[in-house]
């Protein structure tokens, strides 16, 4: 994870630009269209996924802004998306809430059904990069995270744009209303299946898991999650009993392994 906080060298004429046409917004398709069009050029993605709720309670909404298939907010299930939006929030969390890029080429088993939920759209190119920035909202007592997600390198001065550009993309989503969001459905079974097979760990086990899986101690996972170091011993515990293993690196072997097959 690198984190990032200058901004990039801009053209004052093609942000004001970008930055007019931003307070115009009123619909999800204006969204789009802005997105795809000065803005690709500036700050070049696939997919912006936005988060927001609060999260230490779990009651965490989402929206997708792409133009690839089968990824829009109504086709994909929070029981996929609501991981990797806890899994940004907390790396940017750890990044002191500054913009940061991350490399997720590799976290489809460690967030579990997560990253089967890009796998899952035909068509759907791998990821490979994410910036990740969010924003407090005092008003509402909890956070909104923005994750610019793509299949290629970005340019260096990435998380720095997003940083410029992230307060027009708040301000057009809160005077919308939101997009609606998949229900439950046919493939309840099917997901509650795949929480079985993954010792039915519960969400805040597999976000520390996530961090377990990168090294991080019981303080430092603390410290990211905002919990304290006994609570996650506490987690800890729970997660060998479910597992049925004895240390931390069984726990990571057995999940990777299990999320894999599953």
Same mark, same amino acid.
């Given at each position: ?14 942000? #004001?630009? $970008?930055? =007019?046409? %931003?307070?115009? &917004? ?5 969204? !789009?269209?802005?997105?795809? /069009? ?63 890029? #991350?490399? $997720?080429? =590799?976290? %489809?088993?460690? &967030? ?5 939920? !890009?796998?899952?759209?035909? /068509? ?139």
């Amino acid at each position: 994870m690198n984190t990032i906080s200058t901004t990039p060298d801009v053209d004052p004429v093609t942000f #004001l630009r $970008i930055a =007019g046409q %931003g307070a115009t &917004l009123r619909t999800h398709a204006d969204l !789009w269209r802005w997105l795809q /069009g000065d803005v690709q050029k500036w700050l070049p993605h696939d997919i912006l996924l936005v988060g927001w709720g609060d999260f230490r309670s779990g009651e965490v909404q989402f929206d997708i802004v792409s133009s690839l298939p089968g990824l829009r907010t109504h086709l994909c299930p929070s029981q996929r998306i609501g991981p990797l939006v806890n899994y940004f929030r907390d790396c940017w969390v750890a990044a002191q809430s500054q913009p940061c890029q #991350l490399d $997720i080429s =590799g976290c %489809g088993q460690l &967030l579990g059904e997560a990253g089967q939920g !890009w796998a899952a759209s035909p /068509g759907v190119p791998g990821m490979q990069t994410a910036l990740v920035h969010g924003v407090g909202d005092a008003r509402l007592g909890g956070e909104r995270i923005f994750a610019a997600l793509g299949s290629g390198l970005v340019p260096s001065a990435g998380p720095g744009a997003l940083k410029l550009i992230l307060p027009f993309i708040d301000s057009a989503l809160r005077r919308m209303p939101p997009a609606p969001v998949r229900q439950p459905g046919a493939e309840r079974n099917q997901v509650e299946q795949l929480v079985v097979r993954l010792g039915a760990l519960s969400e805040r086990e597999r976000q520390i898991m996530v961090w377990v899986a990168m090294g991080k101690t019981n303080p430092e996972i603390g410290c990211i999650l905002r919990i304290s170091e006994f609570t996650v011993k506490n987690h800890m515990k729970s997660i060998f009993s479910k597992l049925d293993v004895t240390n931390r690196a069984q726990a990571v072997a057995k999940l990777t392994r299990m999320a894999a097959y599953a």
